[in-house]
């Protein structure tokens, strides 16, 4: 099938807001004097706010009723939306304006599939809102990666069959989701971690949409 569209997840392919998410989550384990590494932050990734919130109560064994639940939840946000308000289009991941051009000049669709509920704010700060054709985010979904449910979307927004669109995400939720709605997935970052995908680039430098085609097609 011809691909026609690419789906970008946001966190850590367009933008490294992921380091953001780290440093929010952090202060809260840290007030919750549990214990929270750069490598646990990494099965966050992708992964819906409240179900972030509930992977590090468990680790510490810490049980709380709903209403605790959402003000912690509240309170990582609003750490995380101060980081975001300090952010500027220098954070864009390297390569990606270009390879948005790159897009633009074959043709090809592109959305935003993302679990945050922030994204908006997050590309407006980049200076990136208006250069997606359809932007799917964790305000419109209901259920989290990787169930399909935010790249079906966008495929569906665009017209297209899942087959038709690539999806780029940088952690391991996400390239299930794709995967569990018959997509295609470019794993963007580190190998190791990102193994199951179809083709795996360190970022998008040097990357142009020939290169995608190639590497999916001679793999
Ligand atoms: P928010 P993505 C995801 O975005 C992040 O990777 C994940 O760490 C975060 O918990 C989730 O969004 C929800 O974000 O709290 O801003 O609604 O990678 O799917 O673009
Ligand atoms: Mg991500």
């Not at 392919?13 to 809260?28: C, G, M, R, S």
């Not at 214990?35 to 992964?47: H, I, M, P, S």
């Not at 700060?125 to 169930?147: H, N, Q, Y």
């Amino acid at each position: 099938m011809i691909m026609k569209a690419c789906i970008f997840d946001l966190d850590g392919v367009i933008v490294d807001t992921a380091k953001y998410h780290f440093l929010a989550w952090k202060k809260l384990a840290d007030q919750l004097g549990v214990n929270f590494t750069y490598a646990d932050n990494e099965r966050l990734k992708g992964v819906s706010r409240m179900e972030s919130l509930e992977t590090i109560l468990k680790s510490g064994n810490i049980t709380l009723g709903e209403q605790e639940k959402e003000e912690l939840a509240a309170k990582k946000n609003n750490w995380f939306v101060e980081y975001l308000d300090n952010m500027s289009a220098n954070e864009t991941l390297p390569g990606v304006v270009s390879f948005l051009d790159d897009l633009d000049n074959n043709r090809i669709w592109k959305a935003i599939g993302s679990a945050s509920k922030n994204a908006v704010l997050a590309l407006r700060k980049i200076g990136l809102e208006d250069r997606f054709d359809l932007i799917i985010d964790g305000t419109m979904v209901s259920r989290a990666k990787p169930d399909p449910e935010v790249f079906l979307k966008a495929a569906t927004g665009l017209g297209l069959a899942p087959g038709q669109c690539l999806v780029f995400e940088d952690a391991h939720a996400g390239i299930q989701a794709a995967h569990n709605g018959k997509m295609k997935c470019v794993g963007v970052g580190n190998p190791d971690i990102l193994g199951e995908a179809d083709v795996v680039i360190d970022s998008f430098s040097n990357i142009n949409w020939k290169t995608i085609l190639k590497l999916l097609n001679t793999r």
